[in-house]
């Protein structure tokens, strides 16, 4: 056998030799992670009840309990429950000065526990939540990690549906701010005070998205409560959300406007055709109450008036005037001719007037011949041409109307009221709807930057 193959075999037994002494010294290193765990844990050595002390084992002061999160995603906003949902890792960090061990020289950073009844626990609850519930696919989300100094981290994976109150004066140019509260159940200040943890408390997921609403950003605040036991430690989480308004201005916005102009076009049709300006008053006016009950069937019954009960009750306005337009112009139409009736009759009462006073000139033409430059027969139509002239002198210069002078310039068929008032309405309701609207999105526009 060569010299060659003496080497090789002598690596290949070395290599064998270290890893077996390697796996030795990893069943040796997990043994000794059992021993510290059994000397800091065993029965009758650490009792989970009872309260860690405070700082450098001062019996008298609180526990002192740091709390970070880091958001996950939220869900939803429900504005009619006014709730929304969130997903979270929740961590807790405190000081057992019971569960300090040796660190075996820095090989030993820190222990890992499953098992969150094996130490104390400080009592958090989420004061103003709905639901909530762990995640244990595949294992249960939560860890417990101890570190040689007595430290303490406990991490969770949550998922929380939480209560949100609203003020939708504004709605749905609105900004809601949501809160997420965390207090102490049983311990008061004297034995427990969640603090936020220093530099960066509460983390959000990047490309955080929400079907309609933006998160503007976020505030850290405390909220210690004081009841009849006593006063209790709370951390609160303040969440600014802006709605996004291009979804209300596609479905509800731009709808609405054109169901108004739909409703002025009934203003250039024929007096005569009643069956289309009913049927398009009438369309129009459904199609906009329905609008109006589906857009507050999706929100809750409030006792004060939003933004958007402002707009479609006064589109609602807008088109209900259009139809009351149309029964104004129809009455009147009837009006304008039962007066051409009347004008007719009398027209054809002075003409036969007329016609019987010239045969009665024309039979005693000869006694009358000398009295006729002098004397006129009321039924003749000179002398009733003189006495319109007369009344027209005699009646006060009139001043120049501006309203009826524009008027004069259409073409209205014999000057009908009727006509008059549909082309009135064709300037008016355009130019008040114009002005609504200025009026509108200035005054709840300037109110959402005062809000800010």
């Known amino acids: 056998m060569g010299t060659g193959h003496y080497f090789w075999a002598i690596f290949y037994f070395a290599s064998l030799c270290s890893a077996s002494l390697a796996n030795n010294a990893k069943i040796n290193f997990r043994e000794k992670e059992k021993k510290v765990l059994d000397q800091i844990l065993g029965a009758g050595k650490y009792d989970a009840r009872i309260r860690p002390s405070g700082i450098n084992g001062t019996e008298n002061l609180p526990t002192y309990v740091y709390v970070n999160m880091f958001l996950r995603s939220i869900s939803k906003i429900d504005d009619y429950k006014m709730e ?19 660190d075996i020289q820095g090989r030993l950073k820190y222990l890992t526990l499953t098992e969150a009844n094996r130490v104390w626990m ?43 109150p609203m003020n939708l004066k504004l709605y749905p140019l609105d900004r809601q701010i949501c809160s997420l509260r965390m207090a102490s159940y049983g311990w008061t200040t004297n034995d427990l005070v969640f603090l936020w943890k220093e530099g960066d408390p509460v983390q959000v997921v990047k490309n955080l998205h929400l079907p309609r609403f933006t ?14 036991t006593g006063e209790y430690s709370c951390l609160k ?26 409703s002025w076009v009934s203003f250039w049709l024929d007096q005569g055709a ?7 008053g009438v369309t129009t ?11 507050n069937a999706s929100l809750p019954p409030v006792s004060y ?19 009351l337009e149309f029964a104004l112009v129809n009455y009147a139409s009837r009006s304008d001719m039962h007066k051409e009736n009347m004008k007719k009759k009398r027209r054809d009462l002075e003409q036969a007037s007329i016609d019987a006073a010239s ?27 003189k006495l319109r002239q007369c009344e027209v002198h005699m009646q006060p210069p009139k001043r120049p109307n501006c309203c009826k002078t524009w008027l004069s310039k259409f073409p209205t068929r014999q000057c009908s009221r009727s006509k008059r008032i549909d082309v009135i309405s064709r300037i008016t309701f355009p130019l008040v709807f114009a002005l609504f609207n200025l009026v509108y999105w200035s005054t709840y526009l300037f109110r959402e930057e005062e809000d800010e």
């Not at 000081?95 to 061990?101: A, N, S, V």
């Not at 998160?215 to 009849?228: A, G, I, R, V």
């Not at 009643?274 to 398009?280: G, H, I, Y």
């Not at 006016?285 to 857009?295: D, P, V």
């Open 84 to 102: 929304y949902s969130v997903q979270l890792t929740f961590r807790e960090q405190w000081t057992d000065e019971r569960l300090k061990f040796d």
């Open 122 to 164: 400080p009592d958090l609850f989420f004061s103003n939540e709905k639901e909530g519930h762990f995640h244990n696919i595949i294992m249960p989300n939560v860890y417990i990690r101890i570190f040689p100094n007595g430290s303490v981290l406990y991490s969770i994976r949550i998922s929380l549906t939480l209560a949100c």
């Open 215 to 228: 998160l503007e950003k976020f505030l850290t605040d405390y909220c210690n409560s004081k009841t009849n």
């Open 237 to 262: 989480v303040d969440l600014l959300f802006k709605r996004e308004f291009s979804y209300y201005l596609i479905q509800i916005y731009i709808p609405c406007c054109m169901l108004v102009i739909v």
């Open 274 to 280: 009643v069956p289309a300006r009913v049927s398009l």
């Open 285 to 295: 006016l459904l199609t906009m109450a329905t609008q109006t009950s589906g857009i």
């Open 305 to 323: 008036t939003k933004a958007i009960d402002v707009w479609t009750g006064v589109c609602l306005t807008f088109v209900f005037g259009a139809l």
């Open 359 to 385: 045969d009665l000139l024309d039979t005693d033409s000869n006694a009358t011949f000398a009295m006729k430059p002098l004397v006129r027969h009321p039924g003749d139509p000179m002398a009733l041409e």
